[in-house]
DNA sequence: AATTTCTTGCAAATGATTCGCATATAGAAT
DNA sequence: ATTCTATATGCGAATCATTTGCAAGAAATT
């Protein structure tokens, strides 16, 4: 699958390929969501600048999206034509991050009505509270 | 009306009145949206730190609610019951925050029924892009 | 007015994110 | 393969929002 293999996305999007680069989409590829400290966790020779600019760039490129901003840092995913926008639920208890299923926001539902005559570009839908495991235990 | 008087709402919270705090709370409620530095932009001889720590205060006597993260910092609204939780449009190009018409959250309606079998207690729904009157001028 | 408790201002610490710059590397050209 | 040029990286320092420790000041209670 293309779109999963890091130097394919690289190579079809024109950017140049790196080893830290193509580490650094691998994880993303493969993590429900992230952060710049979470990535250079798990990949510490790459410094963190790099991570944060490698970020960005991707952002910009359509490539990753930003999800939220919880805990005191920013986290991201990546953007998947299998994973259009969708909200996120939070879980206070135990700081996990979950996607919850796709809301319609491009058609004209309850929640683009919402934004009057606002022109809108991006939407962010963030649940807070305890999940389900949790609960549980 | 009480709720937007700040010596009352400090009195019927059990909050200690200082000068501070009501200075604080009478340009919180007037706001449409604040955050730390705005209000301290308008008044200096506060210090940032009791600025920073009022708000947690009310925070967590769900005085005042956390909107979003928005340009690097913390945006917050003061809490009315006229004015129930909704979502927030932000423009990129003006940097201005509108609310947008509450819906309804606490029902079994479209974003609740997403939140699977997550405990959801608190919802944040922020559109960005551009504004009515940017998109005019 | 005295006492106790909580709040403030100040300065320093923290933590995420960004920036400048010299060096290293990728990809293009030879 | 070697050279060349543009771009990316690592490092350290800077920035910015937010938090913290602590001594001095103010509120509420007696």
Known sequence: MIRCNPENVLAMSGIRKTRQRVDLLGLMIE?????A??????LP???????YRFIHLLKNHGIVREIAYLDGQQFFEYVCEHHPPHGH?????????????PLDFNQSNVLIRNAGNHRVEQVSLIMKGVCKACRES
Do not use: G, H
Request: hydrophobic residues 40%; negative net charge.
């Open 45 to 51: 020779d790459v410094d963190l600048a790099t991570v």
């Open 37 to 42: 400290s979470q990535l250079q966790k798990d």
């Open 89 to 101: 639920f939070y879980c206070e208890n135990c700081a996990r991050l979950f996607c919850l299923p």
């Open 31 to 35: 993590a429900v969501s992230f952060s």
